[in-house]
Antibody, heavy 126, light 110 residues
Framework: QLQLRESGPGLVKPSETLSLTCTVS??????????WGWIRQPPGKGLEWIGS???????YYNPSLKSRVTISVDSSKNQFSLKLSSVTAADTAVYFC??????????????????WGQGTLVTVSS | QSVLTQPPSVSAAPGQKVTISCSGS????????VSWYQQLPGTAPKLLIY???ERPSGIPDRFSGSKSGTSATLGITGLQTGDEADYYC???????????FGGGTKLTVL
């Protein structure tokens, strides 16, 4: 059974870079049928997609975050990572990683997330 | 402001049926598959529906999905107190080249 687990610091200072890693177990990150995504949820608010990466390194990013986000993949470790630079208090959220399944509509695009990691709370504060 | 629009809350009595709407545009719902997620308090979201109306294994047939044009609907029949949760719709937006979610709907089973 595929499982994902987020790891990284729970506290980041303003203006610094948030770094998280998602470790995939029970399956290969190099599958051709999936992207691998990051989603966040500020306390008491809804879900926000951050970005997704294919095992080849191809990425899609949320346009509102694109200038600050880098997602990378390490197939040898079955991991993918998120870096979010110049963080502020508005970046405080639970960060989830998830498998992002491809579907064919007007083209092959990632459509649905399953499964999800348990999430990790990242607080931005001095 | 979310790209997809959901009602903030819905409620119904145990045993009854409820529907949750998700409205978008031609570049997202109109052009792509819709998925639905259930988020119980303090937990990660769980996939309920994918490809508009398909249920993953283990999801009871009390949960159903449909799509028409630029809108989608999640239906839940035989409501149980354990269904109290936040529900989110999601899809891909072809114009933005981005994943998008609705703002979420809180279901209360009275």
């Amino acid at each position: 059974q595929l499982q994902l687990r987020e790891s990284g610091p729970g506290l980041v200072k303003p203006s610094e870079t948030l770094s998280l890693t998602c470790t995939v177990s029970g399956g290969s990150i190099s599958s051709s049928s999936y992207y691998w995504g990051w989603i966040r949820q500020p306390p008491g608010k809804g879900l926000e997609w951050i970005g997704s990466i294919y095992y080849s390194g191809s990425t899609y990013y949320n346009p509102s975050l694109k200038s600050r986000v880098t997602i990378s993949v390490d197939s040898s470790k079955n991991q993918f990572s998120l870096k979010l630079s110049s963080v502020t208090a508005a970046d405080t959220a639970v960060y989830f990683c998830a498998r992002h399944a491809l579907g064919f509509s007007s083209g092959w695009y990632p459509h649905w997330f399953d499964p999800w990691g348990q999430g990790t709370l990242v607080t931005v504060s001095s | 402001q979310s790209v997809l629009t959901q009602p903030p809350s819905v409620s119904a009595a145990p045993g009854q049926k409820v529907t949750i709407s998700c409205s978008g545009s031609s570049s997202n719902i109109g052009d792509n598959y819709v998925s639905w997620y259930q988020q119980l308090p303090g937990t990660a979201p769980k996939l309920l529906i994918y490809e508009n109306n398909e249920r993953p294994s283990g999801i009871p047939d009390r949960f159903s999905g449909s799509k028409s044009g630029t809108s989608a609907t999640l239906g839940i029949t035989g409501l149980q107190t354990g269904d109290e949760a936040d529900y989110y719709c999601g899809t891909w937006d072809s114009s933005l080249s981005a994943g998008v979610f609705g703002g979420g709907t809180k279901l209360t089973v009275l």
